[in-house]
């Protein structure tokens, strides 16, 4: 059974950083696509960023050179680092795994405001 659980949100300031966590089981994150969606209030949800088992990734233009999406396979584990975060940033953010159909996490909350 594929679980997928985020971790890591929180209120930060703008201009501030995260590191977002998905700690991944039943899967391996080495050799399937993972990504980060996030949905904001009144929303569609919308890809963030993505990185394939061969280790390519993929950005939204909304978070290009502010977000790095990089993996532990070790620990099985996903990582979105953000940086000069923005109130715009402000979102549910979603863990999600392609391994023969798609998994989603329950997601962790980033708050940006002062």
């Known amino acids: 059974q594929v679980q997928l659980v985020e971790s890591g949100g929180g209120l930060v300031q703008p201009g501030g950083s995260l590191r977002l966590s998905c700690a991944a089981s039943?899967?391996?994150?080495?050799?399937?696509?993972m990504a980060w969606y996030r949905q904001a209030p009144g929303k569609e949800r919308e890809l963030v960023a993505s990185?394939?088992?061969?280790?390519?990734?993929n950005y939204a233009d909304s978070v290009k050179g502010r977000c790095s999406i990089f993996r532990d396979n070790v620990k099985n584990t996903v990582y979105l680092q953000m940086v000069s975060l923005k109130p715009e940033d402000t979102a549910v953010y979603y863990c999600?795994?392609?391994?023969?159909?798609?998994?989603w996490g329950k997601g962790t909350l980033v708050t940006v405001s002062s």
């Open positions: 039943g899967m391996s994150i080495s050799i399937n696509r």
């Open positions: 990185i394939t088992g061969g280790g390519r990734t």
């Open positions: 999600n795994a392609n391994y023969g159909m798609m998994y």
